[in-house]
């Protein structure tokens, strides 16, 4: 069977879509909405040429923005070889561990996942919902960023607070990027001709959300996100790890309320905190290249945290074969791979700065021949990822 996978990502105050030839294996039109519900709300359309059509459309909710991109593939002539329909979902629960043809028991059950994701699963829903009632005729998968992880043993996922708190509520850690991270560890076994059943790959996945995955024969073993993303690496505006006492801390001593302290936690802090300047790695590399102390510092907080994480990922894994890095901060920020291969020297790595300025030989390796385990940069496709999965489910 050949035809247009239609992938839709519905976040918060975003719409992305994504058609995919799922014979070629590629974008052939996607688009991103962002900004929705306020005035600076936009589409902006791209060609599988990379042109791009940008349309302002302020105030456009979800709905309206889902309507546009129908319209749009139906006046490209694309609606009529879309053969189904792949949404991303941030948070499955333990519900799901693979990809899922989406039933009205499964919308439920991510419904009553939304306690984990607020955000998220509202607005997946809200891209559900429309996709069905816009396309009855075609069959929908949900693919779960938590569904990878659910292979975590106990030690890796248990918190150490009553057990009653996970057998009763669900409290634990379900981690997220599950897409990306299976994604890039399962080109890391071909690029690398690992045996699929015996090998050990730890990946990073920096965009403006961060996680480690540590994958033992392409299954995950441990990732540093948790209940929610914001557990774990420092990120664009998140924390990451902090000790739970803090939260008492600036309670009593600053009068924050909960809500205050989470979204400091989860919007003002990380790379955006640390420098109080940008959350944007890029940014924060040319500011640190001009000798800014706070960008500097910034950096360096980040690189720490990541090496600190990958190093203790070994633990999870009966062997290590491969570091990779991933997302836009892994795919492009040589000096933050650079300095993470110089904190990670004890464990006998060695990066090429020449492959690493050119992002890797032909098989993403930046690593040295003698570096006892190969580091690599492995572009995430996790769009790709949807399609296929969507295709294989139907
Ligand atoms: P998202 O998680 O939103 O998908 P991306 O994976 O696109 O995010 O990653 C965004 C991050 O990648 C930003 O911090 C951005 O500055 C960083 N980035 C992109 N290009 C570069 C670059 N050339 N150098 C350093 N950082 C970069």
Same mark, same amino acid.
């Given at each position: 069977m050949s035809g247009l996978i239609l992938v839709l990502n519905s976040g918060s105050s975003s719409l992305k879509f994504s058609v995919v030839d799922h014979s070629a294996d590629r974008a052939v039109f996607e688009g991103l909405a962002e900004q929705l519900g306020g005035e600076a709300a936009k589409i902006t359309f791209k060609t599988a040429t990379g042109q791009r059509e940008p349309q302002t459309m302020p105030g456009i909710d979800h709905h309206q923005a889902l309507a546009a991109v129908f319209d749009k593939l139906s006046e490209r002539k694309l609606m009529q070889d879309i053969i189904a329909i792949g949404h991303r979902v941030v948070h499955g629960g333990e519900f799901f561990n693979q990809p899922t043809l989406i039933t009205e028991e499964v919308i439920a059950k991510i419904r009553a996942c939304e306690p984990l994701a607020p955000l998220h699963n509202p607005a997946h829903l809200i891209g559900i919902l429309g996709a069905r009632e816009a396309c009855p005729h075609l069959p929908q998968v949900a693919v779960f960023d938590t569904a990878f992880h659910q292979t975590m043993p106990p030690k890796a996922f248990l918190y150490a607070v009553p057990i009653a708190l996970y057998e009763?509520? #669900?409290?634990r850690r379900y981690g997220f990027h599950g897409t990306s991270h299976e994604y890039v560890s399962g080109e890391t076994i071909k690029r690398l001709q690992l045996d699929p059943e015996d090998s050990g790959v730890i990946v990073a996945h920096l965009g403006n959300g961060a996680s480690v995955c540590a994958v033992a024969n392409g299954k995950s073993m441990d990732t540093s996100m948790g209940l929610t993303p914001l557990e774990g690496l420092v990120m664009g505006t998140r924390s990451g790890d902090?000790?739970? #006492?803090v939260l008492q801390y600036l309670h009593n001593t600053c009068g924050m309320s909960l809500e205050d302290i989470m979204d400091m936690l989860n919007k003002r802090s990380g790379l955006l905190g640390l420098s109080n300047q940008s959350n944007d790695m890029r940014s924060l590399c040319e500011l640190a290249s001009t000798g800014d102390a706070a960008a500097t510092t910034a950096i360096e907080v980040f690189c720490y945290r990541l090496a600190k994480y990958i190093a203790a990922y070994s633990v999870a894994l009966e062997r290590l074969d491969a570091i990779v890095f991933t997302g836009g901060i892994g795919e492009n920020a040589r000096p933050v791979r650079a300095r993470v291969a110089a904190l990670l020297k004890n464990l006998g790595v060695s990066l090429s700065d020449e492959l690493n300025q050119e992002n890797?030989?032909?098989?993403g390796v930046i690593s040295n021949p003698q570096s006892r385990i190969p580091l690599l940069v492995i572009p995430t496709q996790e769009e790709l990822m949807i399609a296929r999965a969507t295709f294989s489910s139907i």
């Amino acid at each position: 069977m050949s035809g247009l996978i239609l992938v839709l990502n519905s976040g918060s105050s975003s719409l992305k879509f994504s058609v995919v030839d799922h014979s070629a294996d590629r974008a052939v039109f996607e688009g991103l909405a962002e900004q929705l519900g306020g005035e600076a709300a936009k589409i902006t359309f791209k060609t599988a040429t990379g042109q791009r059509e940008p349309q302002t459309m302020p105030g456009i909710d979800h709905h309206q923005a889902l309507a546009a991109v129908f319209d749009k593939l139906s006046e490209r002539k694309l609606m009529q070889d879309i053969i189904a329909i792949g949404h991303r979902v941030v948070h499955g629960g333990e519900f799901f561990n693979q990809p899922t043809l989406i039933t009205e028991e499964v919308i439920a059950k991510i419904r009553a996942c939304e306690p984990l994701a607020p955000l998220h699963n509202p607005a997946h829903l809200i891209g559900i919902l429309g996709a069905r009632e816009a396309c009855p005729h075609l069959p929908q998968v949900a693919v779960f960023d938590t569904a990878f992880h659910q292979t975590m043993p106990p030690k890796a996922f248990l918190y150490a607070v009553p057990i009653a708190l996970y057998e009763q509520h #669900g409290v634990r850690r379900y981690g997220f990027h599950g897409t990306s991270h299976e994604y890039v560890s399962g080109e890391t076994i071909k690029r690398l001709q690992l045996d699929p059943e015996d090998s050990g790959v730890i990946v990073a996945h920096l965009g403006n959300g961060a996680s480690v995955c540590a994958v033992a024969n392409g299954k995950s073993m441990d990732t540093s996100m948790g209940l929610t993303p914001l557990e774990g690496l420092v990120m664009g505006t998140r924390s990451g790890d902090i000790d739970a #006492g803090v939260l008492q801390y600036l309670h009593n001593t600053c009068g924050m309320s909960l809500e205050d302290i989470m979204d400091m936690l989860n919007k003002r802090s990380g790379l955006l905190g640390l420098s109080n300047q940008s959350n944007d790695m890029r940014s924060l590399c040319e500011l640190a290249s001009t000798g800014d102390a706070a960008a500097t510092t910034a950096i360096e907080v980040f690189c720490y945290r990541l090496a600190k994480y990958i190093a203790a990922y070994s633990v999870a894994l009966e062997r290590l074969d491969a570091i990779v890095f991933t997302g836009g901060i892994g795919e492009n920020a040589r000096p933050v791979r650079a300095r993470v291969a110089a904190l990670l020297k004890n464990l006998g790595v060695s990066l090429s700065d020449e492959l690493n300025q050119e992002n890797g030989d032909p098989r993403g390796v930046i690593s040295n021949p003698q570096s006892r385990i190969p580091l690599l940069v492995i572009p995430t496709q996790e769009e790709l990822m949807i399609a296929r999965a969507t295709f294989s489910s139907i």
